[in-house]
């Protein structure tokens, strides 16, 4: 009887599994096109900044390179995959005194899915990361002309990050959640200790 009850409880976890990675088919999204060049991009800047220096020694072409893959990405990014993937489109403005000033826009009635908003924020979210992580590491290696590859592709990628989270009120919301939990397990692990 035991080992049925184990039996039934793996097919769960295979099921959670199952749905977990169904999260990310971009073949079942609304739009797939769409979320293949959210991540193409990405990869292609990610590729030519980790690989090129390999395959081509002029460091020039390395950066025009990385610049066109870091321009289309973040092009991309805020005009396109967020429109069509979230339904959100940030961009800054100026009023006549000269003022910057931060406008965002919801469209509501776009054709989207749980796929397209989950592979829009995931990699999103992950590129980010993954450019701050390696502005990190080259600051401390003074690797002069990575930290600017780096430094390029890590402010693009949080603008664009940034601008969706304030179009977002969802994506605030779960934040909000997610700062309360850790504010209460942190208070939790203080009290104990």
């Not at 600051?139 to 592709?153: N, R």
Request: net charge positive; aromatic share 20%; with cysteine.
């Amino acid at each position: 009887m035991n080992s049925k009850n184990e039996g039934i409880e793996m097919k769960q976890m295979i099921g959670q599994d199952d749905e977990q990675i169904s999260q990310y088919d971009i073949t079942k999204a609304a739009h797939p096109g769409i979320c293949f060049f959210h991540i193409f991009f990405k990869f292609c800047a990610f590729f030519s900044y980790l690989f090129l220096g390999l395959i081509i020694q002029s460091t020039l072409f390395q950066y025009i390179l990385i610049m066109i893959f870091h321009a289309f990405d973040f092009y991309t990014v805020k005009n396109i995959t967020g429109k069509f993937l979230v339904g959100l489109r940030w961009y800054s403005d100026f009023n006549p005194r000269g003022d910057e000033i931060w406008r965002f826009e919801c469209f509501d009635k776009c054709k989207r899915s749980k796929i397209d908003s989950s592979v829009f924020w995931t990699f999103q979210f992950g590129a980010s990361c993954a450019w701050a992580f390696f502005l990190f590491t080259n600051v401390f290696s003074f690797e002069l002309v990575d930290i600017m590859f780096a430094g390029i592709g890590a402010s693009l990628s949080w603008i664009n990050l940034w601008g969706f989270y304030k179009c977002s009120k969802d994506q605030q919301r779960k934040m909000k959640g997610v700062q309360s939990y850790l504010t209460k397990k942190g208070l939790q692990m203080a009290v104990q200790s």
